[in-house]
């Protein structure tokens, strides 16, 4: 989704400072919706609505979003209907329902990197009752050494519409684990493109949603529209970094290279920076596993009102509204210290 935006959209671009395809960075004229925390957001996203920004830190996840379940996706320009953090624009994603969606869809894939790729979806509409309901999922082990990908996500919707009055009831999920190795010095890629700087560095994320929409037509130019939503968001990052503070010394690669090739001791402090190949370190020197959690629970209802009626001759269109949102967030970190041993393998 983020990827066909970006190819049919020239103001929009993707990066993937992640490491992952799967966790891009949504750029749009140069204002971003990340995943990453501490990158400055820009860009707010809603589905069906409701708001998707996590509460905690404002990222985006975009490998959370069940892209198969997607029926129209809109990029705006700036505009303080959007809300908090709209300052650069705002996507908004419509879903799919029994009502424009019917049949039965069966796709699998598959590629290079042990990639499979599949989903299933079912629409049908019954009078005035709609239901749609989906599954996808997908495995990739990554072109680079221990960078798997496995997503598995859920949509479904019920619907009422009878005249001038709509109710959907929807609801969302995923569990993904991502493989997110990150920057690797160039010298390690030119020995190999598959070469990895740390391990582990994986990605867990689960999240849960429900939404209630409403609308009512009042008269042929008044439209009154509300929701409610709950939102759970569950991550944990397990991550090894370099804790060193000595002077620099180098890695020496096995002969079976045929190159000697000098970087900053802290590569040493990750024992696969070159997998299946003999790394050898100095002894002592530290490294660091960082664990870190992020539990989030977030409420918020809006309600509008829109008005189309002619003013002075000209079309009109003024919509008035409100919404509240609450976000509670648990966040844990601590990290495990060693000292790596002479040589890896």
């Not at 299933?120 to 996808?136: D, L, M, R, T, V």
């Not at 959907?168 to 890629?189: E, F, K, R």
């Not at 990605?203 to 009042?218: I, L």
Request: charged letters at 15%.
């Amino acid at each position: 989704m983020p990827t066909a935006a970006a190819t049919r959209l020239s103001s929009v671009n993707l990066n993937n400072e992640q490491g992952s395809q799967f966790q891009p960075d949504f750029v749009y004229r140069g204002f971003e919706a990340s995943p990453v925390s501490g990158v400055p957001q820009g860009i707010a996203v809603y589905q069906n609505g409701v708001r998707i920004n996590e509460a905690f830190g404002d990222t985006v996840n975009w490998d959370l979003i069940p892209q198969f379940a997607v029926d129209r996706m809109t990029v705006q320009s700036n505009n303080p209907v959007f809300g908090l953090n709209a300052l650069g624009g705002a996507v908004t994603l419509d879903m799919k329902n029994g009502f424009n969606f019917h049949g039965t869809d069966l796709q699998l894939s598959g590629g290079s990197f042990g990639n499979v790729t599949g989903y299933a979806e079912h629409g049908a509409q019954y009078g005035n009752f709609g239901f749609y309901g989906g599954i996808g999922g997908l495995h990739d082990d990554g072109f680079r050494y221990d960078s798997p990908a496995n997503l598995l996500q859920g949509y479904m919707d019920l619907g009422w519409e009878h005249e001038d009055v709509t109710l959907h009831l929807s609801i969302s999920g995923a569990d993904n684990a991502i493989g997110a190795t990150g920057p690797t010095p160039v010298q390690m890629l030119q020995q190999n493109p598959q070469s990895i700087f740390n391990l582990p560095a994986i990605h867990a994320k689960r999240s849960g949603d429900g939404d209630a929409e409403r609308s009512y037509r009042a008269s042929d130019f008044v439209l009154l529209s509300g929701d409610i939503y709950y939102r759970h968001f569950h991550q944990t990052l397990l991550d090894a970094i370099p804790r060193t503070s000595r002077p620099a010394s180098t890695i020496r690669l096995s002969s079976a290279l045929k190159a000697t090739t000098n970087i900053p001791a802290t590569s040493c402090t990750i024992p696969m920076a070159i997998r299946s190949r003999p790394v050898r370190c100095r002894r002592g020197d530290p490294g660091e596993i960082d664990h870190t959690s992020t539990n989030t629970n977030s409420i918020g209802a809006a309600g509008q009102a829109s008005f189309t009626n002619p003013l002075f001759g000209h079309d009109n269109n003024l919509a008035i509204g409100a919404a509240i949102d609450h976000g509670d967030t648990r966040y844990s970190a601590y990290g495990e210290l060693g000292y790596i041993s002479r040589t890896w393998t």
